[in-house]
């Protein structure tokens, strides 16, 4: 018997333009991947078009809830830059010189 070829198990899609831009710009403002935007992208428009409408607020919750939390993580990752550049030349203060030129 001749064996059967079978699909490969991750089909590669082409995406329209707009919406590789629109799944790229949700992964840029919520810290996501590509890959899980658009797999948001889908689940929320899936359940728009399935007329399960209040589900969709929901999802605008979550997407809202992670734009501020990637904000939040930017915001401490600037401070902790600041801190740590600041607690390194305080070190420096305190720790003796190095003899230079012996």
């Not at 930017?74 to 740590?84: G, N, V, Y």
Request: without cysteine; charged residues 25%.
């Amino acid at each position: 018997m001749a064996r059967k070829n079978r699909p490969s198990s991750s089909a590669s899609l082409r995406l329209p333009d707009d919406v590789t831009e629109t799944a790229t710009r949700l992964a840029g403002i919520t810290g996501w991947s590509a890959g899980n935007a658009l797999a948001f992208l889908a689940r929320a428009g899936w359940h728009a078009v399935n007329g399960k409408g209040e589900k969709i607020t929901g999802f605008k919750q979550f997407m809202a809830a992670a734009v501020d939390h990637y904000e939040a993580e930017i915001a401490a990752r600037k401070k902790l830059a600041i801190t740590s550049s600041t607690l390194r030349e305080a070190r420096k203060a305190l720790s003796p010189n190095p003899s230079k030129g012996r």
